[in-house]
């Protein structure tokens, strides 16, 4: 049996080259769920946090060595729970996956609205003609499926992996929520676990031929953002802030956090900039825009800035989303593609 798995090599480079070692690694009681991604731990630090003797460690690289090889291995290989209906397999359709852009819609601060910019960009890409996903990313807090009407939980596809549920407008979603028996069930996990869903949900899942795949990530910058920006093929950023200084101030350590991970910022959403009245007043009710102050901090152009309408909220309670239209959301998905296109 030829050597190809060491002790030093990280957890998540042995799972993404040999699918068959997340058996072994569960059935050696080491939950590589909880540590290949959140951590990147080696497989002797993650055996050291399990506190594996130099023994134990031993037979496990040789067992992950004859997993890789397709031969028996000294235990019975095992899968260990991860959160209702979520696998723990690599998809091994991966390798024929064809997505063509993988966007992330972030910022620093909660309440700007990024999973209702992601909904509607995606919902405006999807009437140009494009084919659009959507990776809710807010494993604890999701809202996408709401949103989008999705009922249901999705299957399996006959390469193994996770075939995600369609809009009524074929907009391709996966969301923590269709994994939960309730919807009002909380999902009690800590960081590395949901780096791990995240990860997951990016690889398991048979997304297809896309054209756009949004990643709707929660407030921060810390498990689930770096995870994005580490772990998935991340072709650019959009921000979302809204013109509170506040939010601004917030939003600041979300774009200086993309920059030193060295990733691309698209550009920046200004969301809730204004209210309009039926007979056309506008009225900033949180403020003047910031939305230049934005610009020169990122380099990169403002897309949109969006209104708040009390209609929006209703069709989305209702997760009638797609049937909303607005001049300002389509002008943002305009504005994105050429921003792209010229970025490249």
Same mark, same amino acid.
């Given at each position: 049996?030829?050597?190809?798995? *060491? ?5 998540? %480079? ?22 290949? #991604?959140?951590? +990147?731990? &080696? ?19 040789? %067992? ?11 235990? @019975? ?8 209906? #979520?696998?723990? *397999? ?8 064809? !997505? ?14 990024? /999973? ?19 990776? %809710?990313?807010?494993? *604890?807090?999701?809202?996408?499926? +709401? ?18 549920? +369609? &809009? ?36 398991? #899942? ?9 990643? %709707?990530?929660?407030?921060? @910058? ?16 959009? !921000? ?15 774009? $200086? ?11 920046? #959403?200004? $969301? ?35 209104? !708040? ?28 593609? /050429? ?6």
């Amino acid at each position: 049996m030829a050597e190809t798995i *060491t002790a030093d090599m990280v957890i998540h %480079d042995v799972v993404a080259k040999y699918p068959a070692t997340v058996k072994v690694f569960h059935g050696h009681g080491l939950p590589c769920t909880a540590c290949a #991604v959140g951590a +990147r731990e &080696s497989v002797s630090g993650g055996a050291r946090t399990h506190h594996f003797s130099p023994e134990k460690l031993e037979i496990l690289v040789k %067992d992950l060595n004859a997993a890789a090889n397709g031969e028996p291995t000294s235990i @019975t290989p095992k899968k260990a729970p991860v959160g209702r209906g #979520v696998p723990l *397999t690599m998809a091994s359709s991966s390798p024929d996956r064809k !997505i063509k852009n993988v966007i992330a819609v972030m910022s620093g601060k909660g309440g700007v609205g990024k /999973s209702l910019v992601t909904g509607l960009l995606a919902v405006s890409l999807r009437r140009q003609g494009q084919q659009v996903g959507i990776l %809710d990313g807010d494993i *604890t807090g999701p809202s996408i499926a +709401r949103m989008f009407g999705t009922k249901g939980s999705p299957t399996k596809s006959a390469g193994g992996g996770i075939e995600p549920l +369609r &809009s009524k407008g074929g907009i391709k979603v996966v969301s923590m929520n269709m994994f939960l028996e309730k919807e009002s069930d909380p999902v009690v996990w800590r960081g590395p676990m949901i780096s791990s869903a995240i990860k997951q949900f990016y690889s398991d #899942v048979e997304w297809g031929n896309l054209d756009y795949l949004l990643v %709707d990530l929660p407030p921060g @910058t810390s498990d689930a953002p770096m995870t994005v920006m580490q772990a998935l093929p991340l072709d650019g950023v959009i !921000i979302v802030s809204s013109p509170q200084m506040l939010a601004t101030m917030i939003v600041m350590k979300c774009i $200086n956090m993309v920059q030193q991970m060295k990733g691309t910022i698209v550009g920046v #959403v200004e $969301n809730m900039s204004y209210f309009q009245t039926p007979a056309g007043e506008r009225f900033e009710i949180f403020g003047p825009s910031n939305g230049t102050e934005l610009v020169s901090m990122t380099g990169a152009p403002l897309l949109g800035a969006l209104p !708040i309408d009390p209609a929006l909220a209703t069709l989305c309670d209702a997760g009638r989303v797609e049937e909303y239209y607005s001049e300002p959301y389509e002008e943002l998905a305009a504005d994105f593609v /050429s921003t792209l296109k010229i970025q490249r």
